[in-house]
């Protein structure tokens, strides 16, 4: 059926616009039976023990996923009604002014939308005036105008003497234009709606997410134009923290239900927000991960259904978790707070680093060091936040190719994860109730280059007062003083069992690989008269040993403070507060591996002293901190 002018002209778009708020309503009723659900009656039968309460927990657990299933449907039916309203009032208010226009001017326009205009001008052959006519509005004009006066009627290089010929044929084209868009909305609009439909059943699978996922892209796609560009994401943290709360409720829920991935990873925007965002965007990215096959994307789906157990299933006594940002883009990304760090007085955000990426390991050893720092803080002080901050692609190195892996001894990753830290904190400062809150930053091996970076930035990490390296092959400075919190507020635990801590520097590393390579030939070519296994042999014990000697030789000529990443924080020269850690056991004569020790730090079971040192500084005590001696 094509639309007609007159249509579009008396279409009653406020309509739309009322049904979007229907919908709307039960959206937020879904959500409110969702909250009721889960913080109210859910939690009541944590405690509970039995089959009945167990029974009774995962009916609860199955009715919220419903109720969210419903609240984010209902949200994109609602923001493509309004969409559907806004892109037809532009086109009718561009109709009804073509139509003033023609009324102005003394014009008709007829039901077909032709435009009919009297006689005017003069024909310069025989003076009289040139007569009237009607015009159809068209796409682009078919002809180019001639100014040339006296030429007759249309045609190529001509055009009309009539004055009112050009100015009919202006508006016969903002009328058809405006029907033609008018027309392109509603078929837009007609399928986007048509394709918003629940898969039948009372499940809420993985399946059901990836159509509301591929829902969520369709309406994103339909209501660009009304959403998409109001988001400040080129603005300051700040900023958006003003633009949020300047938002209308209705404004903000409809950019929560079509842009959950946006608002959810925004920094500045309150933390729950974002945690109701991206609880929302791991069901769609869970059901989307779900539907592929490659390495990728089974090691992602297993990191975040092993977040959204614990988001689901939360361990009596825990803090309360808050999901602040979740995505999928290069080794995934995943933000987790134990504590709201809006409302808590001492924050702290955590950096992994070297082999992190979303998996199963990351969910289960990097959440509990955040999860750990934060209860331990919370024995001092209960307004204590602690995040496991996975915001940048953190190098990955299997143990075998040490050696032949540049990614690790580049600073590259550590220079692009930067300023999205920086990014990051100053959201967490921004959207922080407190009047002057306690913020720390955490860097943890390879991460601890990257919060040294981030520092080294102008302006260092905003509103950060204190900064904690553990297990660090360095920061990129050769001072604490360089770290923008004073050298009084930079903490180093390192353990002297910890290889990480203790990196070879640049020239040592250098030595050691050019030494380690000619070992290798040698005592190859020394032991290939044994055959095959002599010769192979012959590399092994040539390698170790030459590498061993480059070591020696380069160590003897280069500045022993020095470790990969620049100078050694726990030496005396690099001027932080080193604390006590256990040095755990020696790599792989007395742990399981090489790395036994440098994965403690965080541990109450495994190393008390550091746990509790961290979870001092974090609750703003330092001074009740142990210490030991510098390098």
């Not at 089959?51 to 493509?80: M, P, Q, W």
């Not at 023609?102 to 008709?108: D, F, K, N, R």
């Not at 080129?234 to 903000?252: I, V």
Request: charged share 20%.
């Amino acid at each position: 059926m094509t639309l007609t002018w007159q249509q579009l002209r008396d279409l009653k778009t406020q309509e739309f616009t009322e049904a979007a708020t229907a919908w709307a309503d039960v959206s937020t009723r879904a959500d409110a039976g969702r909250t009721r659900i889960s913080v109210g009656m859910i939690k009541t039968l944590e405690s509970q023990k039995g089959a009945s309460a167990t029974a009774a927990y995962e009916r609860l657990k199955r009715v919220d996923r419903n109720f969210d299933f419903i609240h984010t449907e209902c949200g994109l039916v609602r923001t493509t009604l309004n969409s559907l309203a806004h892109e037809l009032s532009e086109e009718q208010a561009r109709l009804k002014g073509a139509l003033d226009d023609a009324t102005a001017h003394g014009y008709t326009v007829h039901a077909d939308g032709s435009v009919q205009y009297p006689q005017g001008g003069e024909n310069v052959l025989t003076k009289e005036p040139v007569p009237g006519g009607s015009v159809r509005g068209v796409d682009k004009p078919l002809f180019l105008q001639d100014a040339r006066p006296g030429s007759l009627g249309k045609g190529p290089m001509l055009t009309n003497a009539n004055p009112h010929h050009a100015v009919a044929q202006e508006i016969a084209d903002r009328i058809f234009g405006a029907l033609k868009a008018a027309q392109d909305v509603d078929i837009r609009f007609t399928r986007a709606l048509n394709g918003l439909k629940a898969p039948e059943g009372l499940d809420v699978t993985d399946a059901t997410w990836a159509d509301a996922a591929g829902d969520a892209a369709v309406v994103r796609r339909e209501a660009a134009d009304y959403l998409r560009d109001t988001i400040p994401e080129g603005s300051s943290p700040a900023d958006r923290s003003s633009w949020w709360k300047g938002l209308t409720e209705d404004q903000r829920a409809e950019l929560m239900a079509a842009y959950p991935d946006v608002i959810g990873n925004l920094d500045g925007i309150p933390a729950d927000v974002r945690h109701q965002a991206n609880q929302d965007n791991l069901q769609m990215l869970i059901g989307k991960l779900s539907e592929q096959s490659d390495e990728k994307s089974r090691t992602q789906l297993a990191g975040m259904r092993s977040i959204d157990h614990q988001l689901l299933y939360p361990k009596p006594g825990d803090p309360p978790m808050y999901l602040l940002g979740i995505g999928d883009q290069g080794g995934g990304r995943a933000i987790v707070a134990f504590g709201n760090p809006d409302t808590s007085r001492n924050v702290s955000a955590y950096v992994p680093g070297l082999g992190t990426a979303l998996d199963a390991e990351f969910a289960r050893n990097d959440l509990q060091r955040a999860r750990d720092t934060a209860a331990g803080a919370r024995r001092h002080d209960s307004s204590s936040a602690s995040i496991v901050w996975l915001g940048y692609d953190a190098p990955q190195l299997p143990a075998a190719e040490w050696h032949d892996n540049a990614d690790v001894m580049s600073k590259e990753h550590a220079e692009k994860g930067a300023p999205a830290y920086n990014s990051f904190m100053a959201g967490i400062a921004a959207a922080n109730h407190n009047p002057d809150p306690h913020i720390t930053a955490i860097g943890h091996s390879y991460g601890s280059l990257t919060v040294g970076q981030a520092a080294l930035q102008s302006g260092g990490i905003p509103g950060v007062d204190d900064v904690v390296l553990v297990g660090s092959p360095g920061t990129g400075a050769q001072s604490a003083d360089q770290l923008g919190v004073g050298k009084e507020h930079v903490y180093v635990g390192a353990s002297d069992h910890d290889p990480v801590s203790m990196t070879p520097n640049r020239v040592e590393s250098g030595a050691m690989l050019a030494g380690g390579g000619a070992g290798a030939i040698a005592g190859g070519i020394a032991g290939s008269a044994l055959g095959p296994l002599g010769s192979l042999g012959g590399a092994i014990i040539g390698g170790a040993a030459g590498a061993a000697h480059g070591f020696i030789v380069a160590d003897a000529v280069t500045d022993e403070s020095q470790v990969y990443f620049g100078a050694d924080p726990a030496r005396k020269e690099f001027g932080a507060n080193r604390f006590k850690v256990d040095d755990g056991p020696l790599p792989v004569i007395e742990g399981q591996g090489p790395m036994d020790a440098h994965s403690n730090y965080f541990n109450p079971n495994k190393d008390a002293e550091s746990a509790g040192n961290i979870a001092l500084i974090v609750a703003g005590k330092p001074h009740l901190i142990t210490t030991e001696e510098h390098r």
